[in-house]
C-alpha cells in the first residue's frame, strides 16, 4: 500500500514552453503532498506544500507565478513548470501524507525528470 | 552550515559487510526519516524513528535525542543495496542531509 505515481517519469522540451507533471496518491487520500527538487548529487529542497482544495505554500526563493500547484483532489496534485528555460532542468519529486497521518509521514513518488532545451 | 550532516559522504563494501552511515543534526527535532534513493530517483521511506531503534530486515536505524545523532546499519549487505541514503529530519519543516552514496561490490 501507499503508493504514489508520477507521471511523466521523463521529459524533454524546448525553452519557453509549459511543462506539467501529475502526482497521484494511488491507493489512499492525501491531504497533504509535497514538490521537492533535487539537483544532481545534492538532496532534495522542498518547493511548495499544497493541500487539497487550497491555495499551496511556496518556500522562500521560489517563485509561484513559475511553479503552479493545483491540489484539485485527494489523490492529485500537479506542477506546472510555465516558460520553461534550461536552468528548470532538475528532477522533480513530490511526496504524499495520507489523510490522518501527520506531516511527517510521507510516500515519496518516483520523480520526473525534466531536461529543457 | 548544514542542519543535518552525513557521514560518509561515499561508501564502497564488500558483499556480505556490515555497514554504518551516520546522521548528526543541528534542530530541534519531531522524527527523523532515513530515505533510499535508487540509481533511477525513485524514493523509498525506510524508517521514521522518534527515539530507540527500529529494525526491518537487514536495516536497523538507532537514534540517540541527546546526542542528536542516528546510524543507519545495514547486516550482510548486497549489491541490491546501492542506493544513496538520505538522512532527513521534522521539526517545523523537513531538512535533508544531502546524502550517503553506497556501492556493494560482489
Redesign the interface.
Known amino acids: 500500500g501507499a503508493v504514489v505515481s508520477q507521471h511523466p517519469s521523463w521529459v524533454i522540451c524546448k525553452s519557453g514552453t509549459s511543462v506539467k507533471i501529475e502526482c497521484r496518491s494511488l491507493d489512499f487520500q492525501a491531504t497533504t503532498m ?1 514538490w521537492y527538487r ?1 539537483f544532481p548529487k ?5 518547493m511548495a506544500t499544497s493541500n487539497e482544495g487550497s491555495k499551496a505554500t511556496y518556500e522562500q526563493g521560489v517563485e509561484k507565478d513559475k511553479f503552479l500547484i493545483n491540489h484539485a483532489s485527494l489523490t492529485l496534485s500537479t506542477l506546472t513548470v510555465t516558460s520553461a528555460h534550461p536552468e528548470d532542468s532538475s ?1 522533480y ?1 513530490c ?1 504524499a501524507s495520507p489523510r490522518g497521518a501527520t ?9 520526473t ?1 525534466l531536461l529543457v532545451l | 552550515k548544514n542542519e543535518v550532516e552525513q557521514s560518509p559522504q561515499n561508501l564502497t563494501a564488500q558483499e556480505g559487510e556490515f555497514i554504518t552511515i551516520n546522521c548528526s543534526y543541528s534542530v530541534g527535532i ?2 527523523l ?1 532515513w ?1 533510499q534513493q535508487h540509481p ?6 525506510l524508517f ?1 524513528l522518534s527515539s530507540g531503534k527500529k529494525k526491518h530486515g537487514r536495516l536497523i536505524a538507532t537514534i540517540n535525542i541527546q546526542e542528536k545523532h542516528s546510524s543507519l546499519h545495514i547486516t550482510a549487505s548486497h549489491p541490491r543495496d546501492s542506493a544513496v541514503y ?1 538522512c ?1 529530519v ?1 521539526g517545523n ?2 531538512y ?4 550517503t552514496s553506497l556501492t556493494v561490490i560482489p
Not at chain 1, 506531516?103 to 520523480?111: A, C, L, N, S, V
Not at chain 2, 533511477?40 to 521511506?45: E, Q
Open positions: 509535497f533535487q545534492q538532496s532534495l529542497m522542498l528532477f519529486i511526496s506531516w511527517e509521514t510521507q510516500y515519496f513518488g518516483p520523480g525528470r | 519531531s522524527a526519516h530515505l533511477g530517483g525513485g524514493i523509498v521511506s521514521m538520505i532527513a521534522t519543516q523537513f535533508f542531509g544531502t546524502g
